[in-house]
């Protein structure tokens, strides 16, 4: 058994370096809202925040337009609901041709993501189309002349039957023949795996016994080491990203590079919410931001630096389900600060409080700003989540 999972390692890491190196921080612009700045602002502030890298949960026109002429590349979204339509091929250069082409080359679209967690939503009927919908809007995008456009989709962790330790990550097996054929597309076209993952729903599920610690990927922290790869884990999003990496190589492929499309913690949530609160969102955040200035990998890929899109710019009014799912944003509607990060310079708005303290497990509280201006992120770079 020792054998196998170390020869997966070796697997995995041995021609890691062909895989494109990644250089940027990016953060999810949902508008699940009705309060939200109009795009030409958020723009603004993205500029002021000097992050290159967004992504947008449709082919919002407006958005598109606004981003025209600009140093953002943003990756866009196919809704779930039109996939069933996108197996036809004439129906995916439709498609294309009408919500992509129209902003080439102004806007920099840099991925089409084909639907999100399409793996594990509730409908189920969903699968069946999204490996013909991924291929037919890659050749629509081909034969219109740009492929360098990646195609890919985001997938929830839930698609893995076992996450931990990281050697034992597992696809579920209902899903394998769609995962083969998908992750065929990937390697073929040499396009990431995306996948959305959240240790703060780990902790939630089992704040007794995880440490708080090892979730918020604060050091030093005892973590923990894989009993078959010897891999030492300080922060549980590396793990769950080498899980991801090790069902990959159990399905026989090791050239597919893993990215993050959604990390991050909520500010505020219900009573039963343990974790979230701005202390904990703040600190989550900052470390995951240190660590891109790091360039750091995940202790199974060292040499090739994660790359992660931080869920999200702003809180969104309108998302269903428990507070948490309103409170991820780093920034209110009114372009103040939910809570500050620590990694900001220039003029850092006013806040009644500012968080200081990690231990904090259970308050719901938030830091309200009250005046906006201009900082940065000192880096060189709608769905209700589900829990896995």
Known sequence: MTITYVFLALFLSSDIGIIPHVESLGINYGQVAN??????????????????????????????????????????????????????????????????????????ITGIQVGNEVFTDDDDTLLQHLVPAVVNIHNALSRLGYSNIQVSTPSSLAVLQNSYPPSAGSFKSEINGIMF???????????????????????????????????????PNAGMVDPYTKLHYDNMLYAMVDAVYFAIAKMGFRNIEVRVSETGWPSKGDPNEVGASPQNAATYNRNLIRKQMANEGTPLTPRMRLEVYLFALFNEDMKPGPTSERNYGLFQPNESMTYNVGLFVSTIPKSTSTPTSTSTQTSTSTSTSTSSASFFVTSSSTKTKVKP
């Open 35 to 108: 309060n939200l700045p109009e795009p030409d602002k958020v723009l603004e502030l993205l500029s002021t925040l000097r992050l290159t890298k967004t992504r947008i949960y449709d082919t919002n026109p407006q958005i598109l337009s606004s981003f025209a002429n600009s140093n953002i590349e943003i990756i866009v979204t196919v809704e779930n609901e039109v996939l069933s339509q996108l197996d036809d091929p004439q129906q995916a250069l439709q498609w294309v041709s009408s919500h992509i082409i129209p902003y080439l080359p102004e806007t920099k």
């Open 181 to 219: 054929q998908f992750l065929n597309f990937l390697s073929t076209t040499r396009t990431p795996f995306w996948i959305n993952a959240y240790p703060y729903f780990a902790y939630e599920d089992d704040p007794s016994t995880i440490p708080l610690d090892y979730v918020l990927g604060n050091n």
